[in-house]
């Protein structure tokens, strides 16, 4: 079974500042790579994948991710914050093979200051 | 295009009910997926099926839980005699062809034990 670490469980982080959420993920294999976003209350809402191609993968609301095969690390980045952007966010991990069921991480909360 | 429904949004039982969860998917998704979002965690998944079919029930408790996904009509994740620590939030995502990339999460139900 996959597993999936997101280092921070919480980033508090000022408006318009930059942001850097971790992922690591343990895997011999090829994988796809997700990153999610759940506001209070609500469900998950699709940010960003990798499928192939560009490890450089850029999202909705002006998210990116870098894929980093030799690191296994899939961080999510956003070079300004704003207020909205507060929520929780997961990392997801699914097995090109066999990939029926994602794997998540535990999550990060990402609280931005005004 | 309806996205995947849930309902109820919030159940509450007492120890020892029944819940009754369902999801309806997106239409022309015939694979549909139950994760469980405990307090504080990520999502884990715990059953994949296709219509009249289990395909993977790895994660799903051994007792207690059941779910199906008939012909007609939305999918149903059963619990039966609840405990406490089934307190959780159920989501259920769905897929046309049974990849990871294709899944559409749900609004989840969250279900509360008293």
């Known amino acids: 079974a996959q597993s999936v670490t997101q280092l921070d469980s919480q980033v508090p982080v000022f408006e318009e500042a930059p942001v850097e959420l971790r992922c690591n993920y343990s895997?011999?294999?090829?994988?796809?790579l997700f990153w999610y976003v759940q506001y209070p209350n609500q469900g998950l809402q699709l940010l960003l994948k990798?499928?192939?191609?560009?490890?450089l993968v850029k999202g909705i609301n002006g998210f990116e991710a870098e894929f980093n095969k030799s690191q296994t690390s899939f961080h999510l980045r956003k070079p300004s914050v704003h207020i909205s952007d507060t929520a929780e966010y997961f990392c997801?991990?699914?097995?090109?093979?066999?990939?029926?069921?994602?794997?998540f991480g535990t999550g990060t909360s990402l609280t931005v200051i005004p | 295009n309806a996205g995947v429904m849930q309902n109820p949004r919030h159940l509450v039982r007492r120890r020892g009910q029944e819940a009754r969860l369902r999801c309806s998917p997106m239409?022309?998704?015939?694979?549909v997926y139950w994760y469980r979002q405990l307090p504080e965690e990520g999502l884990k998944f715990m059953v994949y099926?296709?219509?009249?079919?289990?395909?993977?029930e790895s994660g799903m408790p051994k007792e207690r839980f059941s779910a199906e996904f008939p012909k007609e009509g939305p999918s149903i994740l059963r619990i039966q005699q609840v405990v406490r620590g089934d307190s959780a939030a159920y989501f259920c995502?769905?897929?046309?062809?049974?990849?990871?990339?294709?899944?559409?999460f749900g609004p989840g139900t969250r279900l509360t034990v008293t």
């Open positions: 990798y499928l192939s191609g560009s490890t």
């Open positions: 995502a769905s897929s046309p062809q049974g990849h990871t990339y294709e899944q559409y």
């Open positions: 099926l296709q219509k009249e079919n289990i395909i993977d």
């Open positions: 239409k022309g998704h015939s694979h």
């Open positions: 895997s011999s294999v090829s994988v796809y």
């Open positions: 997801a991990v699914s097995e090109v093979n066999t990939g029926n069921q994602f794997y």
